[in-house]
C-alpha cells in the first residue's frame, strides 16, 4: 500500500529492516577494522595522506553500500530507525568484538610475514651462496675498469682544456 508517496510497512517488515540495518552497521565495523588492521600491518599506510585517502574510501565504499542496502530493502526511503539500527550495529561492534577480532587478525598477519620471510631466506639462500662466490672475482673486474674509466675521463678533460685553449689563441690571432 502506498500512502503520501511513500510505501507503509507492517510491523514485522519494520523490525526485519531494523534487524538487517543492525547487521549493516556490523558489517560497516568489520570493514573499518580491516581498514585499521592494513593501516597497523602496512607501514607506508600510516602516513598522513595515506590515512586521508584510506578514510575517503571507506566513507566512500560505506555510502554506497548503505544506498544499494537502503534500495534494495526499503525501497530506497531512509527511515530514521535504520540509521539508528546501523549506528547501534556499528557501536555494538566496536564495543564488544574489535579489539578481538583487531588483535586476532594482527597475530596472524605478523606470524604469516615471518612464515614467508624465514621460507623466501630458505628459498634465497643457494642463489645468495652463488651470487657471493661469483661476486669477488667480479668486484675486482669492476674495480680494474672503473680505474681505467676514471683515468681515461682525467685524460679527456685535460685535453678538453688544452683543446679549447688552443682554440681561444687560435680565434684572438686571426
Not at 538487517?20 to 600510516?46: C, E, H, N, W
Not at 530506497?76 to 583487531?102: C, K, P, Q
Not at 651462496?129 to 675521463?153: A, D, Q
Request: charged content about 20%.
Amino acid at each position: 500500500m502506498i500512502h503520501d508517496g511513500s510505501a507503509i510497512l507492517s510491523m514485522n517488515s519494520q523490525a526485519w529492516l531494523f534487524l538487517s540495518t543492525v547487521l549493516a552497521g556490523v558489517v560497516i565495523g568489520l570493514f573499518y577494522d580491516v581498514m585499521r588492521i592494513f593501516r597497523r600491518t602496512v607501514p607506508f599506510l600510516k602516513k598522513s595522506f595515506a590515512v586521508q585517502l584510506e578514510d575517503l574510501f571507506f566513507w566512500i565504499a560505506v555510502t554506497c553500500g548503505m544506498f544499494y542496502f537502503m534500495l534494495n530493502r526499503n525501497f530506497g526511503e531512509i527511515r530514521l530507525f535504520s540509521m539508528i539500527g546501523a549506528a547501534i550495529g556499528f557501536a555494538l561492534y566496536y564495543a564488544t568484538v574489535s579489539r578481538f577480532v583487531i588483535l586476532i587478525f594482527v597475530a596472524v598477519i605478523e606470524y604469516l610475514k615471518k612464515v614467508f620471510t624465514v621460507a623466501f631466506r630458505i628459498i634465497f639462500t643457494p642463489i645468495r651462496l652463488i651470487f657471493n662466490l661469483i661476486s669477488p672475482p667480479l668486484t675486482k673486474r669492476v674495480l680494474k675498469v672503473r680505474s681505467g674509466l676514471c683515468g681515461f675521463l682525467r685524460y679527456g678533460k685535460i685535453r678538453l682544456k688544452k683543446t679549447s685553449r688552443n682554440w681561444f689563441i687560435l680565434r684572438k690571432k686571426v
